[in-house]
């Protein structure tokens, strides 16, 4: 044990850039004698030396040097140094040892039934310190807790998959749902069909489907039995029903006194769904039963395409439209809904980026980053990718309150035409078609906005169709649990493989010797970044 300890004080040494000092070296092997448990070698006063040991929250003070000793052999001229870096060190590795012990995924923390947490992070104590490790022929490496969390024996271990910290630190896990990548609509494209049984039956279809939608915004299945319940089915395919005024499932169809444009026979212009609700749906099914009258052909347009034109060609209008709000409001009979937002949602101020840009600026002191260097890379590598610089659109003119006549009312009129404009003019964005029984159309309702022309209804002929709403958080949950089982088709789509390395981010050297990896060519991180 003498020659690793050596090791390790002539490391720390040349961290803080002092000249060995032999007589620290005798003082160090004398407190290696202190008897200590078959297996383990601790040094009183924070382990340092030990294979993994992590110091105690007493070291969250300076040490005194008449109460502790001089470990590292310095002189009064660098003890102060030696010790204010030393301390910060003792506090890195406590925090990496909590960050694993966080982790654990055992049946004994998480719940082999309802896969929920059995502790909380708090519980973990603040000095806790890991007893062992061990590099399994998998690849993952398992630790043994000491000071573990009360109720939690010898017996306790932790498993470290050999992805955990790739999965961890990936884009998408600070991906709330805005944050995503989007395929662009262009001249060549062509929405992705899919059979009803297909659908329903065989999962990895139903993957590559959901996964189109995920990046389309818009899916069409076909063949779809002509039942009342097929479109609530259908929906529930991919998570729960939304349940609005109008019922988890409705009717478009044509009548008197109709409570919604939607139900009479007349043009209906672009427009989004319920967006006068604080959280307007997040995707719409329209399942067609009939469509036996003249016209009335459904239209498709891509308002995120729609916005990029905008911002290319008239950067002001666009900047107008992300800053001025407009108002959606629903006043019929006893019910009365509003809502105030922008035109545009883009993703630089959307929430993902701020919870990611939050975690980087925390994480950063213990993982040897700079989160200003991290944020810069960030916003390059977003820009050289189809991420969507754009969370949501609200678009809805039927729906849409007078503007107010304030000062930038011109500003917002002159880029609503125009907006309006490029969505009705560019035919490379948009999608038409009748829609043809026993097809049911799923599209993302704050990224697709959907038309329909004037219909002729006459003696013994009918237009219906059976519409659900469903939520990003059912949406997403679904594709989550399919990219699980089928990374193959999800890597790209979900961004499963990109990681901070791609921002500049290298995985951080205790990382890589916890879980045995050797370190890249060229690198420079010392042993003291991790366990021995």
């Not at 032999?22 to 003082?27: D, F, G, M, T």
């Not at 975690?359 to 989160?371: F, G, K, T, V």
């Amino acid at each position: 044990m003498g020659a690793s300890f050596e090791m390790r004080f002539l490391r720390i040494r040349q961290r803080l850039h002092l000249p060995p000092n032999p007589s620290s070296i005798l003082q160090l092997r004398r407190l290696s004698a202190v008897p200590t448990p078959a297996g383990d070698a601790k040094i009183p006063g924070g382990g340092l030396f030990s294979d993994g040991y992590f110091p105690s929250n007493k070291l969250e003070e300076e040490p005194s040097t008449s109460e502790q000793p001089n470990f590292l052999g310095l002189d009064k001229s660098e003890s102060r140094k030696g010790r204010k870096e030393a301390t910060e060190f003792y506090k890195k590795q406590n925090a990496r040892a909590k960050f694993w012990r966080d982790a654990c995924s055992c049946p004994q923390c998480i719940d082999v039934s309802t896969r929920q947490r059995k502790f909380q992070t708090a519980d973990i104590p603040s000095d806790l310190r890991i007893r062992w490790k061990e590099h399994t022929s998998s690849g993952s490496v398992k630790l043994a807790w000491q000071n573990d969390i009360p109720g939690f024996d010898d017996t306790h271990v932790t498993e470290i998959p050999p992805d955990y910290f790739r999965k961890m630190t990936s884009l998408n896990r600070y991906n709330s749902g805005a944050l995503r990548r989007r395929k662009r609509w262009t001249d060549e494209f062509k929405p992705y069909e899919i059979n009803y049984e297909d659908y329903i039956n065989d999962e990895y279809e139903f993957s590559l489907a959901m996964r189109d939608l995920y990046l389309r915004g818009i899916l069409f299945v076909k063949e779809v039995p002509a039942r009342p319940r097929s479109v609530s089915r259908i929906a529930e395919r991919i998570g729960t029903l939304r349940d609005t005024f109008y019922g988890q499932t409705w009717d478009v169809k044509s009548k008197p006194e109709a409570e919604n444009v939607a139900y009479t026979s007349e043009n209906l212009g672009y427009h989004m769904d319920l967006l006068y609700m604080d959280k307007p749906p997040s995707y719409q099914l329209l399942h067609c039963m009939t469509n036996e009258c003249p016209g009335g052909e459904s239209l498709f347009v891509d308002t995120f395409e729609a916005a990029r034109i905008l911002r290319a060609e008239a950067p002001t209008m666009y900047d107008t439209l992300v800053n001025g709000l407009v108002e959606f409001h629903y006043k019929n009979g006893t019910k009365h809904y509003r809502r105030v937002t922008n035109t545009i949602i883009p993703n630089g101020d959307s929430s993902p980026m701020k919870v990611l840009d939050a975690r980087i600026r925390e994480l950063s002191p213990q993982l040897d980053i700079d989160a200003n260097q991290f944020k810069g890379r960030r916003a390059a590598y977003l820009q050289g990718t189809n991420l969507s610089p754009i969370a949501a659109i609200n678009w809805s003119p039927p729906f849409q309150a007078p503007l107010p006549y304030l000062g930038n009312f011109e500003r917002i009129f002159e880029a609503l035409k125009r907006f309006s404009k490029i969505m009705s003019l560019r035919k490379s964005i948009q999608h038409e078609l009748k829609m043809e029984p026993g097809t049911c159309v799923i599209f993302d309702n704050q990224r697709i906005a959907h038309a329909r022309k004037a219909f002729q209804l006459s003696q013994g002929r009918s237009r219906w169709l059976r519409g659900a709403y469903l939520d990003d958080d059912d949406f997403l949950s679904c594709c989550r649990g399919l990219a699980e089982k089928y990374e193959e088709i999800w890597a790209e789509a979900m961004d499963l493989h990109v990681e901070q390395t791609d921002f500049g981010w290298s995985e951080p050297g205790h990382v890589r010797k916890m879980l045995g990896r050797k370190e890249p060519a060229g690198s420079n991180f010392s042993e003291l970044d991790g366990e021995k």
